[in-house]
């Protein structure tokens, strides 16, 4: 998801948390992602003084950000969610597959979703336990990694599905591994440049859009272990990242 907005929006400065403390959110209650959602927001505007925060996290959007933007009424906020309108349009098959954590998985903003664009078309929903957090280790070539794709993955690649939604913003770094399960049959459909292009937009709307030359900077801070943070991040990032730890 950051790859894509400084990508689309280079002279923007961003400020990038990671919640290390309180993950793995995908396993956490809507009360307490309500809570969590609020003492972020909160950190962006008291420390950062932002001008739109973007919700970089599926769990978090479809359980909290309506709370969070009934509380931060004159803040943009920008929410994920599971690509599953362009998966459900462009399926041939008539059958979809949506992998994501255990909340969103069973949350009503995910099944309102389905609801609305997935009419005559089969589903298959898959909660995934504990993806999230292997995916925050960096090892994304690990055994515990490839044990709980084939796990998750298994009843997908025997379904008559040719999208798969990854349904987590995690997920995006472990194409390589489920295209080498799900073969190339099995298109691999994201919302990160969607979300990129919907932040550009408000930006403009409202005109907010920075107008610098340079291009911006981006910060790093984590709630917890800033080192640990800083070496995975730049391992999957592909660049150096070195974050502060901060507490919300």
Known sequence: MLRELERLLPHENFVFLADQKYVPYGEKTKKELIELGLRVTDYFIKNHDIKMMVVACNTSTC????????????????????????AAENTKTKTIAIISTPSTSQSKALAELIKDNCKNIKVLNVGCKNLEN???????????????????????????????????THYPFLKKPIRKILGPRVELLDGNKAIAKRAKTLLLRYFLKN??????????????????????????????????????
């Open 63 to 86: 359980s909290s950000v309506d709370e969070v933007r009934k509380v931060y009424l004159s803040l943009s906020i920008v929410g994920t969610v599971p690509a599953v309108k362009p």
């Open 134 to 168: 292997a995916v925050e280790k960096g090892e994304l070539q690990s055994r515990e990694v490839n044990e709980l794709l084939l796990k998750y993955l298994t009843g997908i690649k025997n379904s008559n599905a040719d999208k798969l939604v990854l349904g987590c």
């Open 211 to 248: 107008r610098q030359k340079k291009y911006g900077k981006t910060l790093y801070f984590s709630t917890g272990d800033a080192v640990k943070f800083s070496k995975v991040a730049s391992k999957l990032l592909k660049k150096k990242v070195e974050a502060k730890k901060v507490k919300i």
